[in-house]
């Protein structure tokens, strides 16, 4: 039994899903206006931990997110400026080329990071019928008002709107803020369809029964999750920066629609934090995967940063942090490595059955308990130090970890295994060389393997060791 802590009810609950043994989960996607910071992947990797445990515990799992490539302005309210317009601008490319820039570039850092790829990956852009309809069946039942060409939610007319993120509506309602939109009849409404932006500029609209314009963000996500996953969804997760607006603004339309609960379980994952470095995407700089790639990181060794956490707490970013990470990944990786030699000499021990029905028993454990993911890695240290199960046994249950992990430790093998031609004909030249003493031909080859993607590690007697370079 999976057990989840669920931000509807402020509780850990049981997992069931609504219907049989499938479950429906709903992730909001990057808007793709710039690079993915290293915070944004975390939730990511939080989201791909949730969707392999699942997945672990048996269930099918169709997993939907967004692209929001239109419509998401600086704030996550209707404040601030276009974000795609902002990038199109600073880069001198189309809204659309930047969007599919961008997206590209996303896929590129998750799949570095061994994210698997949604199931249904959908474009706010291909689905603004799909909007259009959702709106009009809002203004159909009453909840939407037009104000100078904009069509609005009114919160008024849904009494549970500061529910789900305990909001003292009064107050929000009353309260004085900078840059308010005069048209809304509610500080807390929000825009489902824009005609009148203050944007002129606005490339990217569509035909509507309001006018020529453009969705809102929000609406995005209520309207493909609902196309994807049907009237009842069992998990929708993102961000916890997510809980008072987006989220907030989701349930309203949706359940206003529907007349009904929407989603069952809620779940948001805590922030990446920087001590020194800025993450803001406004401020102009900001850590992405390829900042920690040029410094000599592979992506997973950031993915492992993120597993040293729960989800649930906030993860304080430095290089102090990632430098900790990357040398105990590599001590695993190089533990891996020898037990893959050991394995081939070591027939099995007598406990090793035994042993590993407990292991992965409480592996499952702490992964099913709210994805506790730093004490599912103390079970991997665990069985790297027991003497009593074989080097076999051990690989077994590693690899078994992995499938939620996803670290990599299968590929460690297989590079490991495929050295090209090129590269052992170097080597060989090289013990040559070692043997002739003519240490400058050793170091020039050295270099040239490196060049290929592999390190020579010197051993003693003439002997050495290949391994692939990071
Ligand atoms: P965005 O592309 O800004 O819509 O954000 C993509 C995802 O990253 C959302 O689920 C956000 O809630 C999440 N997010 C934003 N900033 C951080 C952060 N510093 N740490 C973790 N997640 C974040
Ligand atoms: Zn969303």
Redesign the pocket.
């Known amino acids: 039994m999976v057990k989840l802590y669920n931000t509807r009810t402020r509780q850990i609950d049981e997992f069931q899903p609504i219907s049989g043994n499938h479950v429906g989960m709903y992730c909001?996607?990057p808007t793709v206006y710039n690079f993915a910071h290293i915070g944004n992947l975390r939730t990511y990797i939080f989201e791909d931990i949730l969707r392999k445990t699942l997945q672990r515990a048996g269930y099918d799992i169709t997993h939907v997110m967004?692209i929001t490539d239109v419509g998401h302005l600086t704030s996550d309210g209707d404040e601030g400026e276009d974000k795609m317009l902002l990038g199109a601008q600073r880069e001198h490319l189309s809204v659309l080329q930047i969007a599919r820039k961008y997206e590209d570039a996303f896929f590129e850092d998750t799949k570095s990071l061994n994210i698997e790829r949604p199931s249904v990956v959908a474009r706010a852009t291909e689905h603004i019928q799909d909007i259009i309809r959702f709106v009009k069946g809002l203004e159909e039942k009453g909840y939407a008002y037009i104000a100078d060409g904009n069509v609005y939610f009114d919160t008024s007319k849904f009494p549970s709107y500061g529910d789900f993120a305990h909001l003292d509506v009064d107050n929000l309602r009353h309260g004085a803020r900078v840059d308010e939109d005069g048209n809304k009849k509610n500080k807390t409404d929000f825009v489902l369809w824009f005609t009148k932006s203050k944007f002129e500029n606005q490339i990217l609209t569509w035909d509507s029964p309001w006018g020529v314009g453009y969705p809102g963000w929000?609406i995005?996500?209520s309207a493909m999750a609902m196309k994807y996953l049907g009237d009842e969804v069992d998990i929708h997760c993102?961000g916890i920066d997510?809980i008072p607006v987006?989220?907030t603004n989701?349930i309203a339309q949706s359940e206003a629609l529907l007349g009904h609960r929407w989603v069952n379980f809620w779940l948001h994952g805590e922030f990446l934090v920087l001590q020194k470095e800025k993450m803001s995407k406004s401020a102009g700089t900001f850590l992405t995967l390829s900042v920690l790639k040029e410094k000599g990181y592979n992506p997973l060794h950031y993915r492992y940063l993120t597993l040293t956490a729960h989800y649930r707490s906030t993860l304080s970013f430095t290089f102090e942090n990632l430098e900790n990470a990357k040398n105990t990944y590599e001590g695993i990786k190089s533990k891996i490595l020898e037990l893959r030699k050991q394995a081939k000499q070591e027939t099995s021990k007598p406990r090793d059955e035994e042993l590993k029905t407990k292991y992965i028993q409480e592996f499952n454990d702490y992964l099913y308990n709210d994805l506790n993911t730093p004490q599912a890695l103390t079970v991997l240290f665990a069985v790297l130090k027991d003497v009593d199960l074989s080097a076999g046994a051990k690989l077994e249950i590693l690899e078994d970890m992995d499938t939620v992990f996803s670290l990599g430790f299968k590929d460690f093998q297989e590079k490991n295994l495929s050295i090209p031609e090129e590269v052992q004909m170097l080597v060989n030249e090289r013990v040559q060389a070692r043997a002739d003493k003519d240490w400058a031909k050793s170091d020039e080859l050295r270099d040239k393997i490196a060049s290929l993607g592999f390190t020579v590690k010197d051993l003693p007697q003439g002997k050495y060791e290949l391994l692939p370079l990071e």
């Open positions: 909001c996607g967004n929000h995005e996500c993102g997510h987006h989220h989701e």
